[in-house]
């Protein structure tokens, strides 16, 4: 018998509902649905909670491949996390071009930072500042979102800082600033790496 099967077996043997299966090992109720439904696995915290719960061993719970299995799918979702993680900083970090002097400030005068800057247009300023402030925003949504088990909503993020990373990468080299082009380009780099890594 499957692991899954197992779970739902004994849950529906103590004559508990998931959400207080999920309430007795300390996780949500969207965790054991997901168990019992046989799309994961728990960690091996969970599956240690789960046998003294049901006062049986976890060789009893589980078999060992799908011990392996349940390890082999922890470690790629910390990878995931870990991974996300630090492509949010790398969109915080972003809030550098706010105030680092990297930008062109006209013909011949010396590089300034976004808000010094005098010789370029008002409103590519202002554009530059938002797509800076979406980045960094989208940083910290991320990051905050990591905290919660909430791998979706964790992807939209990280798809998001992609996404923003290419734009401001576009946007100042179209605009000729290739010291800001040359930061967005590297973070977008660090975080192509990453994924690469994660998937590998």
Same mark, same amino acid.
């Given at each position: 018998?499957?692991?899954?099967?197992?779970?739902?077996? $004994?849950?529906?043997?103590?004559?508990? /509902?998931?959400?207080?299966?999920?309430?007795?090992?300390?996780?949500?109720? =969207? @965790?054991?649905?997901?168990?019992? #439904?046989?799309?994961?696995?728990?960690?091996?915290?969970?599956?240690?909670? $789960?046998?003294?719960?049901?006062? +049986? /061993?976890?060789?009893?719970?589980?078999?060992?491949?799908?011990?392996?299995?349940?390890?082999?799918?922890?470690?790629?979702?910390?990878? *995931?996390?870990? /991974?996300?993680?630090?492509?949010?900083?790398?969109?915080?970090? =972003?809030?550098?071009?706010?105030?680092?002097?990297?930008? *062109?400030? *006209?013909?011949?005068?010396?590089? @300034?930072?976004?808000?010094?800057?005098?010789? =370029?247009?008002?409103?590519?300023?202002?554009?530059?500042? !938002?797509? +800076? #402030?979406?980045? &960094?925003?989208?940083? !910290?949504?991320?990051?905050?979102? #990591?905290?919660?088990?909430?791998?979706?909503?964790?992807?939209?993020?990280?798809? /998001?800082?992609?996404?923003?990373? &290419?734009?401001?990468?576009?946007?100042?080299?179209?605009?000729?600033?290739?010291? @800001?082009?040359?930061?967005?380009?590297?973070?977008?780099? +660090?975080? *192509?790496?990453?994924?690469?890594?994660?998937?590998?």
């Amino acid at each position: 018998m499957e692991f899954n099967e197992k779970l739902q077996e $004994l849950r529906k043997g103590k004559g508990l /509902t998931q959400e207080e299966l999920a309430q007795e090992i300390f996780v949500s109720r =969207t @965790a054991v649905s997901k168990w019992e #439904s046989g799309r994961g696995y728990p960690n091996i915290d969970s599956l240690k909670e $789960l046998a003294a719960f049901f006062s +049986i /061993t976890v060789d009893e719970l589980i078999s060992p491949n799908e011990i392996i299995t349940a390890a082999a799918n922890e470690k790629q979702e910390l990878i *995931g996390r870990y /991974t996300a993680f630090l492509c949010h900083v790398l969109d915080v970090f =972003t809030a550098l071009l706010l105030f680092i002097p990297v930008f *062109g400030n *006209g013909e011949g005068e010396r590089s @300034a930072s976004l808000f010094e800057m005098s010789g =370029t247009q008002l409103w590519i300023r202002i554009v530059f500042a !938002v797509v +800076i #402030s979406l980045t &960094v925003l989208n940083g !910290v949504c991320g990051l905050i979102i #990591s905290r919660f088990d909430k791998p979706l909503w964790n992807k939209h993020r990280f798809v /998001t800082g992609i996404a923003l990373s &290419v734009i401001a990468c576009l946007l100042f080299i179209i605009t000729r600033q290739p010291y @800001a082009g040359v930061f967005c380009f590297a973070i977008l780099m +660090i975080k *192509g790496w990453l994924l690469l890594r994660r998937k590998s």
